[in-house]
């Protein structure tokens, strides 16, 4: 039995999947990282704002308090 050389078609079609396979291991790879987020100023300013209110109606309490 012999067998006949390869068809130009064929020939092509070989090399095009060699070079899609090579182009594919070569992907590059996006990493996205994230930085945790504080929210420590929020509550800081909700703790600022309900202390200065609490020390408002003190001061409109007793205005000779200082």
């Known amino acids: ?3 006949s050389p390869p068809s130009r078609a064929a020939r092509l ?3 095009a999947l ?3 396979a090579m182009l594919g291991a ?6 996205l990282e994230v930085a945790p ?4 100023a929020k509550l800081d300013a ?9 020390l ?3 001061l409109a309490e007793n205005p000779n308090l200082f």
Do not use: A, F
Not at 26 to 31: M, Y
Not at 37 to 40: F, L, N, S
């Open 37 to 40: 987020i504080q929210i420590y």
């Open 18 to 20: 060699g070079l899609s």
């Open 26 to 31: 070569c992907t590059p790879t996006i990493r």
């Open 56 to 58: 408002q109606n003190l």
């Open 46 to 54: 909700d703790v600022r704002v309900r202390l200065d209110q609490e």
């Open 1 to 3: 039995m012999t067998l």
């Open 13 to 15: 079609g070989l090399l």
